[in-house]
């Protein structure tokens, strides 16, 4: 019957699968607030491609020290070596022979990391970004936006609001301090869903008055 193409040697792959199989060109983002499990769902993917035996490089800013001056390291502990880097420009000086590149805390690097991103999955290489898609202040953070349009894929991960349990998409920050980067955990950040984030922010405006 027409459309019916079930065969004893027919066999089907998942999604997963043939991108950890076949060399093919992609922009990967994962994105979302703090806590929400970004770096641990760019570590699983990159360990199942080093698994499907593929040549994995993995880049970090290289003013992200909080767990490791080396490692990318989750908020679960769990962590993966990787290669520090000032400038998105020095990915390329080590990409001839790689298959899938994974690239933590993208917001802090510099807007060049879209046309990085753009050159390597032309040619054929699996791009893997994980970032915060906001600051502090709700504003679209460095260059993760660009990102986000340009991906073949868009992963919006969030973590559970500390006020209400609802689901999180911001990163309050909770101390003093109007600098858009500033390193932090939980002594820095909480995260919280929209309606708690107006309200802390409204808050955090009363109290400075």
Do not use: W
């Not at 027409?2 to 994105?31: A, W």
């Not at 698994?51 to 769990?78: C, G, M, W």
């Not at 998409?169 to 820095?188: A, I, M, P, Y």
């Amino acid at each position: 019957m027409q459309g019916h193409y079930t065969s004893k040697y027919m066999v089907l792959f998942s999604e997963d699968h043939t991108q950890e199989t076949k060399r093919r060109g992609r922009i990967e983002v994962i994105c979302g607030s703090m806590f929400s499990g970004k770096t641990e769902e760019l570590i699983r993917r990159l360990r199942r491609a080093k698994f499907a035996k593929q040549r994995v490089e993995i880049f970090k800013p290289a003013l992200d020290t909080r767990y490791s001056a080396e490692d990318v390291v989750s908020h679960n502990s769990n962590s993966i070596s990787s290669t520090p880097i000032d400038s998105s420009s020095s990915i390329l000086l080590f990409t001839s022979e790689i298959d899938v590149v994974g690239i933590d805390e993208a917001q802090f690097f510099d807007n060049n990391l879209i046309d990085v991103c753009n050159q390597l999955a032309n040619n054929g290489i699996r791009i893997i970004v994980a970032g915060l898609d906001m600051d502090f202040k709700g504003v679209p953070f460095g260059p993760m936006p660009s990102l986000c349009a340009i991906a073949d894929e868009v992963s919006k991960v969030h973590a559970i609001c500390v006020k209400c349990g609802q689901l999180a998409s911001f990163s309050h920050r909770t101390v003093k301090n109007d600098k858009q980067v500033l390193l932090g955990e939980t002594t820095e950040y909480e995260p919280l869903c929209r309606v708690c984030y107006l309200e802390a922010v409204a808050k955090d405006k009363e109290y400075v008055q």
